[in-house]
């Protein structure tokens, strides 16, 4: 029974899954006898690997990467300043084609980020400049995901 165990153990799942679902057996050299093993002899169960999501439906099975890449956490960041600095501008009664000054400081990775990033940032929203300072005029603390930054907004 354990030659058993370590030759299923040592098998390529997916390779012997297809095995299985083309001929409803799989064939199994178990200490030296060869071995035919029918799909109802076997268990089958299927896990899910952590970081993916799957699902299934109509004969199809679809699988999801939900692993963050640093660039996925970065365009967060950004989307997130984007969605802050976008409802400062309506707070503050800001017209929707007024252009604005943004002002940033409290948190060096979200500055990092926005400098990076700030052509983008800076056509979304308006703004003709991003000063990495004490913010003036309209000022609110966020928190970004976890990370505390101070913004500000002026008309121009």
């Given at each position: 029974?354990?030659?058993?165990?370590?030759?299923?153990?040592?098998?390529?799942?997916?390779?012997?899954?297809?095995?299985?679902?083309?001929?409803?057996?799989?064939?199994?050299?178990?200490?030296?006898?060869?071995?035919?093993?029918?799909?109802?002899?076997?268990?089958?169960?299927?896990?899910?690997?952590?970081?993916?999501?799957?699902?299934?439906?109509?004969?199809?099975?679809?699988?999801?990467?939900?692993?963050?890449?640093?660039?996925?956490?970065?365009?967060?960041?950004?989307?997130?300043t984007i969605s802050k600095l976008?409802?400062?501008?309506?707070?503050?009664?800001?017209?929707?084609?007024?252009h604005i000054c943004v002002y940033?400081?409290?948190?060096?990775?979200?500055?990092?980020?926005?400098?990076?990033?700030?052509?983008e940032i800076k056509k979304v929203?308006?703004?003709?400049?991003?000063?990495?300072?004490?913010?003036?005029?309209?000022?609110?603390?966020?928190?970004?995901?976890?990370?505390?930054?101070?913004?500000?907004?002026?008309?121009?």
């Amino acid at each position: 029974m354990n030659a058993l165990k370590e030759a299923l153990a040592a098998l390529d799942g997916a390779k012997a899954m297809a095995q299985l679902s083309a001929s409803g057996s799989l064939p199994l050299d178990v200490s030296g006898v060869q071995e035919v093993i029918a799909q109802e002899d076997l268990l089958i169960e299927t896990a899910q690997k952590d970081g993916y999501v799957t699902d299934e439906g109509s004969g199809y099975t679809v699988v999801l990467d939900t692993n963050l890449t640093p660039e996925l956490i970065e365009e967060g960041y950004v989307r997130e300043t984007i969605s802050k600095l976008q409802t400062m501008r309506k707070d503050a009664g800001f017209e929707v084609m007024d252009h604005i000054c943004v002002y940033v400081t409290g948190n060096a990775e979200i500055e990092a980020i926005m400098k990076k990033n700030e052509a983008e940032i800076k056509k979304v929203v308006l703004a003709d400049e991003i000063v990495y300072g004490t913010p003036e005029s309209f000022v609110k603390e966020w928190n970004l995901n976890g990370k505390d930054v101070t913004f500000g907004v002026r008309k121009v």
